[in-house]
């Protein structure tokens, strides 16, 4: 299995990314590889609506996300992990989120790309300070929209709550137990 890990929080080594690798050790106990990205520290932009992908399902805007568009078409994976910014992802996030509408127009209007859903894996690590019971309604909404233009079943999650300093979630070894837990279902048999 290879994944694509999507490391949405704007702050390196942050509670976001530690247990998104904490998810791909796990993973690659199962012999999983993956391409991690930084989103906060490439450039991709937001989407401007000029819906020039559905003339040929491809984005114009020359910046990073023409290569991710490969690794997103190509994953076995895509495991999307963004802090709660406002009820919803970041707008780092919320920008490669956006710009898959090349890929829903792919998928959708110009029917030229049919994915194989039933073996591609869509995963979403969440994490927020607050404890209310909504905490994770917008982005779990948005990450099904998103898994499903992008080709990939929605096979799982892993949503934490109570986390505002950053590393914070260090301090938690269960949290890191259970990322570690999520990549193993992600990727063993
Ligand atoms: C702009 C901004 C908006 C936030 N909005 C929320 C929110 O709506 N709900 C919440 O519980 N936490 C909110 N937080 C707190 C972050 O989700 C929390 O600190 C999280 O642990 C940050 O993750 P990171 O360490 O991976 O960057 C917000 C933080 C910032 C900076």
Redesign the pocket.
Known sequence: MHILAIMG???RE????LLLDATLRGAAECGATADKIVICEMNINPCVECYACAVDGTCPIPDDMSLIYDQLVSADCVLLAS?????GLTAQAKALVDRCQALWVRRYMLKCWQPDVASRKGAIIA??????AR?FDGVLLTAKYFFDAVGVQFADQLLV?G??????VIDQPGQIDEAVELGRRLACP
Do not use: C, D, H, W
């Open positions: 929080s704007p702050r942050s509670n976001t990314e802090p709660i910014f406002f009820y994490v927020g300070a607050t404890r209310g905490l709550k986390m505002e300093e950053r590393a914070q």
